[in-house]
């Protein structure tokens, strides 16, 4: 499966951010999707995952009430809602399939990976 990430940009803290990444191929709807992210300097972290049905969602702490995941199957497309933006969620976003059986937060997990869009949030 090919993903492309898009939505990122420049905003002022406390705003909001929709992150979009298209899926190309027959695995999207069999997949666990997951976003990430890397600030610089530090290494790539767990955001938020969702199953393949959409009824199973897990975030990382800190994001927690500000984010949602969530997919479209039938538009082969994952979304990550970002509300009440802050300096410190700078950072590259990928988004990631994984074909496993578990929707895991793990890095090593994901199968295929997008090209990642920025997200700079200014205080």
């Known amino acids: 499966v090919q993903l492309q990430a898009s939505g990122g940009g420049l905003v002022q803290a406390g705003g909001s951010l929709r992150l979009s990444c298209a899926a190309s191929?027959?695995?999207?709807?069999?997949?666990?999707m997951g976003w990430f992210r890397q600030a610089p300097g530090k290494e790539r972290e767990f955001v938020a995952v969702?199953?393949?049905?959409?009824?199973?969602?897990n975030y990382v702490d800190s994001v927690k009430g500000r984010f949602t995941i969530s997919r479209d199957n039938a538009e082969n497309t994952v979304y990550l809602q970002m509300n009440s933006l802050k300096p410190e969620d700078t950072a590259v976003y990928y988004c990631?399939?994984?074909?496993?059986?578990?929707?895991?937060?793990?890095?090593?997990?994901?199968?295929?990976w997008g090209q990642g869009t920025l997200v700079t949030v200014s205080s």
């Open positions: 191929g027959r695995t999207f709807s069999s997949s666990h």
């Open positions: 990631a399939a994984d074909t496993g059986i578990v929707a895991g937060i793990e890095v090593r997990r994901y199968d295929y």
């Open positions: 969702i199953s393949r049905s959409g009824a199973i969602r």
